[in-house]
């Protein structure tokens, strides 16, 4: 501790005596609420109406006027019957004379710039420096229960760039809107079942004698994507020796490509190996089953290297027949309807869509079936009130569909359930293709992030007297915390190009740049242990300077900054406040000294400044699934 409480208290109100009812109002309720408040008692007492929220515009002054806050009048000049500046000076004074956070005014226009007291500022600073996790709700047992599906890989290759940006959004939009007060399942789906697990499966027996994690050293997942990997390789090879033999016979160039692929022995024996294993063949299962195991193994050191987990995972291999049973029994009701060849279909033409293929012709089932069986999975599994699905915006239309079947079929949120549609990842040399064995796989961007944190803070001189246990750790923090922020910070409706020299960046806008901030005011802290100060509650403190001014009401913006998130979906919303609050304090910083400030009071309040910034900041970043070293 560098106070004692008790003392703190009589600096908190500088300007005037709060009445004892009132004294801890400003700490309960943020500025903007109460001076919000405030108007509005003005306006109803001055010109009797009743302010809507929407009439209450208080905004952030602009540099070039004096201030803090600013209120539109506008709202209120009908009422008033008076000119705008006439309105603004009469809410003004009326503030000044009840409201105990304005000290002062001015007029612009029709624009009522508040200057809020210093003793406001403190009580709010206090405020924070209470509440552990400031700016952020807790659910209680009656909160609504959001379930966010993200990450959804398939068991035919391992995680590659584009499902880092996905786990990285799913798990950062759970923590926002857990902090915005929602009970939160967190979920995955994965593809375990098709014609591309079959082909990895073909490849392992035809080209693996026997290859196993254990024999070839290989993470599974790595594994078994080279032979996904291997069976498109020879597989083009049939096709181009099949296709050039029918353009031999005479048949036309584009005919003869479409019979190549249709008869190539490989593809044919994949679709065959698929019905067995529709049919419950032993051995076909047998070999799905541990091939899968070995996926599974890798996927879970991937999960937890990038640091996200799940509460609850599904399988389309158990969830496809629900779907077929839920789409058997929409069929009952008159719901869908079944074509002469056997398929079944949703006529989608009423809401301006088309007819969607729900079971094929041999009954079958589609994409669109299984996450039906899923839903119904769910259901039963939760009280869901809001269903939230992370998927890339190339499935904008499948959600649009499923949301209307789910609403056919009777689920509560399935008319409202969230597409949280991402754009695509790419990197400056092109997009990545799984078929080609040119994606970026997560395992190994992961590593070069590490690596490249080491090199990095080695050329700067970051780890001369650390461990090498100790540089590897804040590597790991460094590197992962650029990679998961310069993903974050961008919105996510946003194709965008991923470059990792750019991340790993000290300066700007980059996750190193924020960490290296936290780890200083962590050693500016611990270097004040052996300096304690305490508040002398006979001065009088009423000197705060702008520049901490705005570090607190930039602290005090968290909580909008949370708010926003969760409404928007939105992790780059608290990427870009961490980002701000960073810069704020670092020119702070830069222009007045902490430990070295002679003035007892003022070092002690400055200590405290600091101490909720690193809150502040280490909590936020936690929303983005982000660590802070203690050191860097």
């Not at 004692?4 to 009589?10: A, E, Q, V, Y």
């Not at 398939?154 to 880092?164: C, E």
């Not at 270097?527 to 305490?534: D, H, S, V």
């Not at 304090?585 to 909720?612: T, W």
Request: with cysteine; aromatic share 10%.
């Amino acid at each position: 501790m560098f106070y004692k409480k008790s003392n703190l208290n009589s600096l908190f109100c500088s300007r005037l005596i709060v009445p004892l009812h009132l004294k801890f109002k400003i700490a309960i309720m943020n500025i903007e609420t109460l001076i919000s408040n405030s108007v509005a008692e003005a306006v109803k007492t001055l010109y009797g109406m009743e302010a809507t929220e929407k009439m209450l515009q208080l905004q952030k002054t602009r540099s070039e006027f004096e201030g803090n806050l600013t209120l539109v009048v506008f709202p209120f000049v009908k009422a008033a019957k008076k000119s705008p500046e006439q309105t603004a000076e009469e809410i003004g004074q009326y503030l000044v004379e009840h409201c105990s956070a304005v000290d002062k005014y001015n007029v612009v226009k029709g624009f009522l710039n508040l200057s809020v007291g210093q003793g406001a500022w403190l009580q709010l600073l206090e405020a924070i420096d209470r509440d552990e996790h400031f700016g952020m709700k807790k659910a209680d047992e009656k909160a609504p229960l959001v379930m966010i599906e993200y990450s959804s890989p398939n068991t035919n290759k391992p995680l590659h760039l584009g499902h880092v940006r996905n786990n990285l959004l799913g798990w950062s939009l759970a923590q926002i809107m857990q902090a915005n007060g929602n009970r939160v399942v967190k979920t995955n789906i994965v593809n375990d079942r098709g014609i591309h697990i079959c082909k990895s499966m073909l490849a392992w027996l035809k080209y693996g004698n026997g290859e196993t994690p254990e024999s070839s050293g290989k993470k599974g997942d790595h594994l078994i994507g080279d032979y996904y990997v291997a069976f498109d390789k020879h597989y083009r090879e049939e096709v181009k020796t099949l296709q050039a033999k029918f353009e031999a016979e005479g048949v036309p160039a584009e005919e003869a490509e479409k019979r190549a692929k249709d008869e190539a022995p490989l593809i044919k024996e994949a679709h065959e190996m698929l019905v067995k294993w529709e049919q419950g063949d032993p051995e076909v299962r047998a070999l799905w089953e541990k091939m899968n195991n070995w996926v599974y193994a890798g996927f879970d050191e991937t999960y937890k290297r990038l640091g996200v987990s799940f509460d609850k995972i599904y399988y389309e291999s158990q969830t496809y027949l629900k779907g077929k049973a839920k789409v058997e029994e929409g069929l009952a009701k008159g719901l869908f309807e079944r074509h002469d060849d056997g398929s079944v279909w949703a006529d989608l033409t009423n809401e301006g869509l088309d007819q969607k293929l729900l079971l094929r012709s041999d009954g079958t089932s589609v994409y669109m079936t299984q996450d039906i069986g899923t839903a119904e999975m769910r259901f039963q599994d939760y009280p869901i009130d809001k269903m939230i699905y992370v998927v890339g915006n190339e499935q904008n239309y499948h959600f649009q569909v499923l949301s209307i079947l789910l609403d056919r079929l009777g689920f509560k949120w399935g008319k409202e359930l969230t597409h949280f549609s991402y754009g695509m990842v790419e990197l400056p040399n092109g997009k990545m293709k799984s078929r080609e064995g040119t994606v970026v796989d997560a395992d190994d961007l992961m590593q070069l992030m590490i690596d490249d944190a080491y090199k990095t803070s080695m050329e700067l001189g970051k780890f001369d007297d650390m461990t090498e246990e100790e540089r590897c750790e804040i590597a790991r923090i460094v590197g992962l915390g650029a990679l998961k922020y310069f993903i974050l910070k961008v919105d996510a409706r946003k194709n965008m190009l991923f470059n990792p020299e750019e991340s790993i960046d000290f300066n700007g806008n980059t996750g190193p740049f924020i960490q290296y901030t936290y780890a200083r005011i962590r050693s500016i802290l611990r270097k004040a242990q052996g300096n304690q100060n305490t508040l002398n509650t006979q001065s009088n403190l009423n000197t705060l300077n702008s520049k901490e001014i705005e570090l607190i009401q930039k602290m005090n913006e968290f909580g909008a900054a949370v708010e926003q998130a969760g409404k928007d979906y939105s992790p780059s919303g608290i990427a870009n406040y961490s980002y701000e609050l960073t810069k704020v304090f670092n020119q702070f910083y830069h222009d007045y000294s902490i430990l070295n400030e002679p003035d007892e009071q003022k070092r002690a309040v400055r200590l405290m400044l600091a101490r909720n910034v690193a809150k502040i900041i280490k909590n936020g970043m936690s929303l983005l699934g982000i660590e802070v070293p203690e050191r860097m």
